[in-house]
């Protein structure tokens, strides 16, 4: 039996507005590992974002109109990944919260919320999938982000998944499931009490004295980027899907380049 | 206690930069999350009573009414008198005029949130009762004229150092020492006569059992039973979700509330209280009244904030929230701090008047995973949100900004195009440094942390030049 044999499962990537605005680097980092897991992927360009900003300020109906684009866009695929835990959150579990009064949405929204996956959850719980001859030489410590760790069960595999990567060594990070403040649009409504937050976050991650800070979220992990760059510490920040494709190699969020 | 969530930034401003606080709050509440999550670990059936937990509530709130005229009856033959008041204004009224009917000159007090949501402390001041607070942190905040900042630990707000010069301060002795037993003494031997010669004892409960009409308190310190005792006259105030329907029931709740609020399998006093003293009782309270609070509860019901009444106000959810470990709960200008009382307080006052609040979260769920009883938190501070939106009560900057944003969001290609044009941007403003420390509308975030330079090029401008994404469009 060939591979064409196989019918493969058809991705549509969703890179979410800010991937495709701050670092690409984690959306082609997700390409590159979803095709080695066998799928066919397509990144749909009629996507911008996932309508986090407008549902967590309270607005539905905004929330709502970008909704429908997502769900027009994405429902012909076998999967929607998405390399964000908050992102795919919201349309997994929080889009059904703005259709509640729309019986001609409810089916087609609860489908595409049904086959969105966070990508790492996704690569190791649906393709069963483990990259192999992955080298990263460095001790690095990972942060929960909420979304993902709350909503969607993900934390043993981007732990599992990391423990095939050659020369990384993982050092536990204490409050590793506290959020570390970014919060959307919190961070920038409430820049004080973010700081506070971030402040007790990074104080961990020094601790641990890993070099390298890894999590699932690149809202999160600008945050803590910009917070350790911002008091000079130098501890590399990664997508953890950056050193699981061998893509981790430009110094980081807020590093200083290759 | 006036509530002044309306300067909740204000409050904020100045909590940010209070050392003491930032002391006192790391001291507890990183303990009290490594204690809870020992405790709950070696709790086997701690899923299954969350579980049933949450049911008895459901159930019990479904069916109110049946339950609350149960426990009325019941605790009327058990020689109750027992008072309903529809808002905190009735219910001061009933207890000062039970005051003044009994010749009160002293009422001793049992910390409840209840009587704090109500004004209680104050009403007896008021109608010349001196209020005496017998919980050793409700001393302390009494001392101290605080409000309290937690809803089980009161002075949380206060270091020990604090507490040892306040009680050098005010007490008739001053304590033997500043070593913690030593204050735990002097608090003691301030209160021990005060207990015995009160005319009133005043508490709350943490819950009412319909079937046979007792309620309950849990304490730690044993002064509910030197409060609701000695007295000729017991007087219980109770919010009207607190109950339950009976003994069983209420089982299931002493075995998660004090694991959830201060991780102890148990508290060292569970009291039932029946009634008024019998013939031949060797002691007990000659009159024994409860009050029945409705204050907002029924107009919750059958809402999307009614999950909010299974709260046993355990205060875990403010013991694993970032933004309550920040700020602490004076902050939050009400009663009811942290992610229980964020939703709270907009419900017995006004989303006006608490129009912070519910955006002053991360939306972690962390509250959501800890609470005994399941209340999703996050989602009904969402909700509030939306409740804001629709009333147009979103702040005119988030309004413009979102109504822009929400503009280009539904048009992917112009999307595109300015994300193209911004990322640009971004990388002229860095003037060829890795970092953006200074930057114009983004002030929120480079106050406090660096913004990386992006990429060249979005990832869409990047895909769309690759040779997948000219192959996907082939």
Not at chain 2, 94 to 104: F, H, L, P, Y
Not at chain 2, 114 to 133: K, P, Q, Y
């Amino acid at each position: 039996m060939n591979s064409a044999d196989i019918q493969k499962p058809r991705v549509g990537l969703f890179v979410t507005c800010l991937v495709d605005a701050m670092r690409p680097n984690i959306g082609f980092a997700c390409l590159k590992l979803l095709e080695e897991a066998g799928c066919e992927v397509e990144v749909p360009q009629a996507q911008t974002c996932c309508g986090q900003p407008a549902f967590n300020s309270g607005d539905d109906a905004t929330t709502r109109a970008i909704a429908k684009q997502i769900i027009e866009n994405f429902e012909p695929y076998d999967y929607v990944v998405v390399p964000s835990g908050s992102c795919a959150s919201m349309i997994r579990t929080h889009y059904r919260d703005v259709f509640t009064d729309q019986p001609d949405w409810i089916e087609r929204q609860a489908a595409l919320s049904a086959k969105t996956w966070e990508v790492v959850s996704f690569l190791s719980d649906v393709m069963q999938y483990q990259p192999d001859g992955i080298h990263y030489e460095g001790v690095v410590t990972y942060h929960d982000s909420c979304s993902g760790l709350r909503d969607l069960g993900v934390h043993d595999q981007p732990r599992n998944m990391l423990a095939g990567v050659e020369g990384l060594r993982m050092t536990p990070l204490k409050d590793n499931d506290a959020c570390c403040g970014f919060g959307g649009t919190f961070c920038v409504k409430y820049p004080d009490i973010s700081d506070a937050i971030v402040s007790a976050k990074t104080q961990n991650i020094v601790a641990t004295g890993a070099d390298t800070l890894l999590a699932g979220d690149l809202g999160c992990l600008m945050n803590m980027a910009g917070k350790l760059s911002r008091d000079g510490h130098k501890v590399k920040t990664y997508h953890t899907i950056e050193v699981l494709a061998g893509m981790a190699n430009d110094g980081g969020i807020c590093g200083d380049g290759e | 206690m006036i509530q002044t969530s309306d300067r909740f930034r204000d409050h904020v401003a100045r909590a940010l930069t209070d050392n003491d606080l930032k002391i006192a709050l790391t001291r507890t509440t990183g303990l009290l999350q490594s204690r809870r999550r020992q405790v709950i670990d070696e709790y086997g059936e701690y899923a299954e009573a969350r579980r049933r937990a949450t049911a008895i509530k459901d159930h019990t709130l479904r069916h109110l009414d049946h339950y609350l005229e149960m426990f009325e009856a019941n605790a009327t033959a058990n020689g109750a008198i027992v008072h309903w008041a529809k808002t905190p204004a009735e219910a001061r009224r009933i207890v000062s005029d039970i005051c003044t009917a009994a010749g009160a000159k002293t009422a001793t007090r049992v910390k409840s949130m209840l009587g704090e949501e109500i004004g209680i402390g104050d009403a007896l001041t008021d109608a010349g009762v001196e209020r005496i607070e017998t919980d050793l942190a409700e001393h302390i905040i009494q001392l101290a004229g605080d409000p309290p900042s937690h809803i089980v630990m009161p002075a949380m707000h206060k270091t020990h150092e604090q507490v040892a010069s306040l009680f050098d301060d005010k007490h008739t002795i001053a304590p033997d020492s500043h070593d913690i037993p030593d204050l735990v003494g002097s608090a003691r031997r301030e209160l021990r006569q005060r207990f015995l010669s009160a005319d009133v004892g005043i508490s709350g409960a943490n819950f009412l059992i319909a079937e046979t009409g007792a309620i309950v308190t849990v304490t730690n310190e044993g002064n509910s039973e030197l409060t609701c005792t000695p007295p000729k006259v017991h007087i219980v105030t109770a919010g009207i979700e607190k109950i339950v329907p009976g003994m069983a029931h209420a089982s299931v709740f002493l075995r998660l509330l004090s694991r959830a609020a201060i991780g102890a399998e148990i508290t060292q006093y569970t009291t039932f209280y029946n009634g008024p003293k019998r013939p031949g009782d060797a002691d007990g309270p000659e009159a024994y009244h409860i009050v029945l609070v409705d204050n907002h509860r029924t107009e919750m019901l059958g809402s999307d904030l009614q999950p909010m009444l299974r709260c046993i106000r355990c205060g875990a959810c403010m013991n694993h929230c970032p933004v309550y470990a920040a700020v602490g709960g004076h902050a939050y200008g009400a009663v009811y701090p942290g992610p229980m009382g964020s939703v709270l307080t907009p419900a017995l006052s006004s989303l006006e008047a608490a129009k912070d609040l519910p955006n002053a979260c991360t939306l972690n769920g962390r509250c959501k995973e800890v609470c005994p009883v399941n209340i999703p938190l996050p989602d009904m501070l969402r909700n509030l949100r939306a409740r804001q939106w629709d009333a147009k009560l979103a702040s005119p900057l988030t309004k413009v900004a979102l109504a822009g944003w929400g503009f280009m969001a539904r048009r992917p290609k112009l999307y595109h195009l300015v994300t193209g044009l911004g990322v640009h941007g971004l990388r002229v403003w860095a003037f060829g440094r890795n970092r953006i420390r200074r930057m114009p509308f983004a002030g929120g975030w480079v106050k406090h942390r660096d913004l990386p330079r992006p990429e060249k090029g979005s990832f869409m401008q990047q895909y769309n030049a690759s040779e997948h994404g000219i192959r996907s469009r082939r």
